[in-house]
């Protein structure tokens, strides 16, 4: 048995160790702050505005563009109460997707308590937005659309294009989680009319604790925290410069790796779910078969709790998931499943395994190898599957 095949990249990655190498001197000798006037100032000065470069190259955009967070929940916070705020005199209405990660969903009630009105469009069965729904959703008084780019836990990818066509024209601000995608998706600024991008560093195998949100230019958006000013005054506090050097180091990788990579990952994503739906009885991909991340496999299987698979699993020494880490704790079925038209036993019968930068064929091989066995024996115990 491997020590461990750890198959659950989308709810934690590893840093790279050339990140940690790059950021290693910022903890000790260059603990500059960027405000402060003197040498060690200007060079931490210096080191901000190239590691922004190096983030807004990544997505194709202007440094200018670019602002640090702590994340992506902050990035989705800043992104959408910090517009809405800044444009409550031109509507009050905002529009997310059903299948939106759990923090959009959030912000929107918190937005929804501030007095604006928020409608849910709805998803086909493979997570994808209806666009007929979202033009109806649509009115004179919405300022606002959020929709995710990628799908963390089933892997979908939304139709982008043709949700910026829907928008174009409208003065209505686009944003987008693009959390799931980065890294395995190419994202390109400069081709795609989104105004508001929310991005993390740790998905593209860089530090937790730091994120960016990109504002396109023109796009107004107020401040959430008040503070001393930094970041063009729309998110104070000190730099972080370690985990900002991370994050840069992090996207410059990724801008020259990702082609290979991910052609890599989605091999190993043919194989695994090829092998599955082969080799189980009553095994289902959840997700589109074509427009889904090039890292997901995500399944469901008839009579099967998701929960005592991975807890088999575990005993194993495979690391899966049943959903997002940030709602896995609760018993609640996964929204994204549910919203996709499943029943609740079927979401409670789905997994995940997401490949990454250190996945090798050896991992495939081995589930492929276990995992035919743990569903059989959990399927002789279970009551569902003597059901007539
Ligand atoms: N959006 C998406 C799509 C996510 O998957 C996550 C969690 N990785 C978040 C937002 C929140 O990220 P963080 O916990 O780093 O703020």
Redesign the pocket.
């Known amino acids: 048995m491997p020590a461990q095949v750890y198959l659950d990249y ?3 990655k590893p840093v790279d160790p050339r990140v940690v190498d790059a950021m290693r001197p910022w903890f000790t000798e260059r603990f500059g702050n960027p405000s402060s006037l003197h040498l060690d100032g200007d060079e931490a000065t210096e080191t901000l505005e190239q590691s922004r470069k190096k983030v807004a190259q990544f997505i194709g955009a202007n440094s200018d563009e670019v602002i640090f967070t ?7 916070n800043l992104a959408m109460i910090g517009y809405v705020s800044r444009n409550r005199n031109r509507g009050d209405h905002i529009v997310i997707a059903e299948n ?5 969903h959030n912000i929107a009630k918190a937005i929804e308590k501030q007095g604006f009105k928020v409608s849910k469009v709805g998803v086909d069965q493979y997570g994808r937005v209806n666009i007929e729904e979202l033009r109806k959703k649509i009115v004179d008084t919405t300022i606002l659309v959020s929709i ?1 780019w ?3 836990e089933i892997g979908n990818v939304q139709p982008m294009q043709e949700i910026a066509d829907v928008l174009h024209g409208r003065g209505i601000a686009f944003h987008s ?4 995608a980065e890294g395995l998706l190419p994202i390109d600024m400069r081709k795609i009319p989104i105004d508001l991008l ?1 991005l ?1 560093s ?2 593209i195998y860089g530090p ?2 730091i ?1 960016a949100l990109y504002i396109r230019k023109n796009i107004n958006i107020a401040p959430i925290m008040p503070g001393s000013g930094q970041e063009r005054g729309l998110r104070s506090g000190s730099e972080n410069m370690p985990a900002i050097v991370g994050m840069a180091a992090a996207a410059d990788i990724m801008t020259s790796e990702m082609p290979s990579e991910v052609l890599r990952l989605a091999h190993y994503r043919d194989r695994l779910i090829d092998g599955v739906l082969n080799r189980i009885s009553k095994s289902h991909l959840n997700g589109h078969p074509r427009e889904r991340l090039p890292n997901n496999a995500h399944f469901r299987f008839d009579a099967i709790e998701g929960e005592s698979l991975l807890l088999l699993l575990k005993e194993k020494g495979i690391a899966a998931s049943t959903g ?3 709602s896995s704790r609760t018993l609640e079925p996964s929204h994204t499943l549910i919203s996709s038209g499943l029943l609740h036993e079927e979401a409670h019968g789905s997994l995940e395994f997401t490949f990454g930068r250190w996945s090798s064929p050896a991992d495939v091989d081995y589930v492929l190898r276990v995992l035919p066995g743990i569903i059989e024996s959990l399927r002789s115990i279970s009551p569902q599957s003597r059901r007539p």
Do not use: R
């Open positions: 989308q709810s934690s702590s994340g992506a929940t902050e990035s989705n939106e990660h759990i923090s959009v995710g990628a799908n963390s989680d693009a959390v799931a929310t993390s740790n998905d937790k604790g994120g997002s880490a940030c």
